[in-house]
């Protein structure tokens, strides 16, 4: 009996391992002036461990944006990607409400960058 439940975990296991549920291939940021792809493997790490957690959620709006709207609002290109990091680490309010969102004044830029190349890979893909 405990064989079989071993095969079939074995199985299960295998067969999972063949999906072709690939997020990689739906969203990407696609830059006007080269059709370049922009990636940051470590933005949604760095996201996941700060404290943006708090206040923004994927697909929906808590206190401020989720990510997804951050997305469709942006263009993908370097002046969005520099603008949104700096919004990161200085903070601000106006464009999405009167509540401000928090200065992350400790943030290296180039994390802020990763960042923000994350939430603007999120737009799908045409």
């Not at 009996?1 to 999906?19: D, H, P, W």
């Not at 080269?34 to 206190?63: F, R, W, Y």
């Amino acid at each position: 009996m405990k064989l079989k439940y071993l095969f079939f975990g074995v199985a299960l296991v295998s067969l999972t391992s063949f999906s072709n549920d690939n997020l990689d291939t739906k969203y990407s940021v696609a830059t006007k002036k080269s059709n370049t792809i922009l990636q940051s493997p470590d933005g949604e790490k760095l996201i996941a461990k700060s404290d943006c957690v708090g206040c923004h959620k994927l697909d929906k709006k808590l206190i401020g944006p989720s990510y997804l709207d951050i997305a469709k609002k942006y263009a993908s290109n370097e002046k969005n990607v520099n603008y949104l990091s700096e919004k990161i680490i200085k903070g601000g309010a106006g464009v999405w409400g009167t509540i401000p969102m928090a200065a992350h004044a400790s943030l290296k830029k180039n994390d802020a960058k990763s960042m923000a190349i994350y939430i603007l890979s999120l737009k799908k893909a045409s």
